[in-house]
């Protein structure tokens, strides 16, 4: 019993460190909503998940977000986020779990699995924009909704008094 308590009091630990960390050095924060009972189930995943503690992390984010006043945004857990390339929005019919790295047989972008869901999340809770700095549309949805990228840099400053 003591043994099991010392490594579930390290967990918590662990745990709390890491989610005041994440909430004290970022104003929003995207994460994408987990069935962890649903996971769980897989006889596979289910002990390193059970492990991980990822319901009681979910929790920790909320409150200690709730509390400095943080964004926390909730990104569904039906969202393909791993599986739509983020550069162009092509959705893959399916890619298995053992798949890590794929290339879009769009844009041919290659991708990291993890990197891309990530940056698929930030733009599903509205924290990235899906245009570069010029205007022009990074992610596609076909060719009508394609912008040509336009200067937009503010006009030089002159130096002197303003006129009101």
Same mark, same amino acid.
């Given at each position: 019993a003591r043994a099991h308590?010392?490594?579930?009091?390290?967990?918590?630990?662990?745990?709390?460190?890491?989610?005041?960390a994440i909430v004290r050095r970022f104003d929003a924060i995207a994460i994408e909503d987990l069935a962890v009972a649903n996971?769980?189930?897989?006889?596979?995943l289910a002990k390193s998940?059970? =492990? *991980?503690?990822?319901?009681?992390? $979910?929790?920790?984010?909320?409150?200690?977000?709730?509390?400095?006043? =943080? *964004?926390?945004?909730?990104?569904? $857990?039906?969202?393909?986020s791993s599986k739509t390339c983020s550069a162009c929005g092509h959705l893959l019919g399916k890619l298995g779990l053992g798949t890590r790295h794929w290339q879009c047989p769009t844009c041919g972008t290659r991708h990291d699995?993890?990197?891309?869901?990530?940056?698929?999340?930030?733009?599903?809770?509205?924290?990235?924009?899906?245009?570069?700095a010029c205007g022009a549309d990074v992610r596609h949805e076909g060719q009508p909704s394609v912008q040509s990228a336009m200067n937009q840099e503010n006009p030089r400053a002159t130096t002197g008094i303003p006129l009101l």
């Open positions: 308590a010392k490594v579930r009091d390290a967990r918590r630990d662990f745990l709390h460190q890491t989610s005041t996971m769980v189930k897989n006889r596979s998940i059970s =492990r *991980t503690g990822w319901a009681e992390f $979910r929790q920790l984010l909320t409150y200690k977000a709730h509390r400095d006043g =943080r *964004t926390l945004a909730v990104v569904d $857990r039906w969202y393909p699995r993890d990197i891309n869901a990530a940056t698929n999340i930030m733009v599903a809770a509205g924290l990235a924009e899906t245009r570069n």
